[in-house]
């Protein structure tokens, strides 16, 4: 991609509306805009970081067994009568009629519709267990929707539901998903904590959050100092830790980006889920499920990996993993070095992503811009090295430098990578 080209307009200001650094990089560095509270545009930055996300989470959960589907968001209030939550939701619910003035709402997620699905599509146990996934838009009426992609009111969202005929296999599937859930958030360059939580409106019986560390995050998370446990503030009435009994803990802030359930049958239960096992007997399915914040997971990554200059992405998650800056365009001999280096790193069947900056500016301002944007690897072809055959690779993270010689770069990268 040639920068001259990209739509990503920064801003220099912070923006007024942003609290947090994470959403303030997100505006100035141009990867997203608000189009009215909590509902967000992703420019083309903003986009690439979102599918990098989701990338890693297909992989992952491809390789945990799941199936990917891709369900309504408009889901008839039938379902949700059904179960009991068209009430018990409250104002969250984005509820709207159609033209018949029949009820319908967005989904917040997909409990009712997923358990429709399977009871009208598996019958017997031989079909079970089954874990099915979707990546898609949830609508949520928040009451304090903040923070950019941390709290919408439009959010992507990976969720997942799994259905067994019994508690035993539903605990197997739990951990499988819970240590799918470890290997997304490592791959994605995160520090993260596991913590029992309160099961909320989704419900069920046990759950567990996947806690990004950050002063800024919104929940408190209790850390007992004598044993490994940890919970989420609401879900301890008393301040004693329930697994070694000490009353000795520490509290720390973290970002919600992922929560898995078990659910037990709250919902095969109340929407007839049942199947028929060995002996001819129905039986209702037990259930799991299990979210993750996709947009929210990328700000949390922010949250964790800026400086005053800017994002530092992990490199799982860049927009773009190198940028190819000469020092002046207008010289032939760089503009034609970095053109060349560009289309050799590109490649012709994928390659890394570049950005190139083809720009007439000054440098200074031209890598001010790489680093606000969080570009992890930049290529400097400037006068100096060039005597030398060499151009300057500079680390974004640690501000590391290395001259390489222009004919081995490209080799050089593609192995530091
Ligand atoms: N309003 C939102 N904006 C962006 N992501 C969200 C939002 N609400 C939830 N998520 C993400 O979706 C995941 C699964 O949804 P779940 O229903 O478990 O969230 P939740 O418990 O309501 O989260 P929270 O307590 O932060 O409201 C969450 O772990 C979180 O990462
Ligand atoms: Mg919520
Ligand atoms: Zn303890």
Known sequence: ??????????????????????????????????????????????????????????????????????????????????TGRWKQYGKELFR?????????????????VITDLVKNSINSYRSLPVTLYQIQTKFRDEIRPRFGLMRGREFMMKDAYSFHPNEADLDREYQNMHQTYCRIFERLGLKFRVVEAAAGLIGGGYSQEFMV?????????????????????????????????????????????????????????KMKCVYVDENNQEQPMVMGCYGIGVARTAQAAIEQNHDKDGIIWPMPLAPYKIAVVPVNIE???????????????????????????????????????????????????????????????????????????KEKVVEWLAQSL
């Open 96 to 112: 709207i009629k159609d033209r018949h003035e029949r009820d319908f709402c967005l989904g917040p997620t997909h409990e009712e």
């Open 213 to 269: 560390l950050a002063e800024t995050g919104e929940d408190e998370i209790f850390c007992c100092q004598a044993c490994d446990y940890a919970a989420s503030r609401e879900l301890l009435e008393a301040n004693v830790c329930p697994k070694c009994g000490s009353s000795k803990y520490e509290l720390i802030r973290g970002i919600e980006v992922g929560h898995i359930f078990k659910l037990g049958t709250k919902y095969s239960s």
């Open 331 to 405: 010289e032939t001999e760089q503009r034609e070095v970095a053109e060349k280096l560009y289309r050799a790193m590109s490649g012709e069947g994928g390659g890394v992503s570049v950005l190139f900056d083809d720009r007439d500016k000054r440098i200074g301002a031209k890598l001010k811009d790489i680093d606000l944007i969080g570009i992890p690897i930049k290529v400097i072809v400037g006068p100096k090295g060039l005597k030398e055959g060499k151009v300057e690779v500079k680390w974004r993270r640690d501000g590391k430098t290395e001259l390489v010689a």
């Open 1 to 82: 991609m040639k920068f001259s080209q990209l739509v990503a307009p920064t801003l220099r200001e912070d923006p007024a509306e942003a609290e947090i650094v994470s959403h303030k990089l997100l505006l100035r560095a141009g990867f997203i805009r608000k189009l009215a509270t909590g509902v967000y545009t992703y420019l083309p930055l903003g986009l690439k970081v979102l599918n990098n996300v989701t990338r890693v989470v297909r992989e992952e959960m491809d390789r945990a067994g799941a199936q990917e589907i891709f369900m309504p968001v408009l889901q008839p209030a039938e379902l949700w009568q059904e």
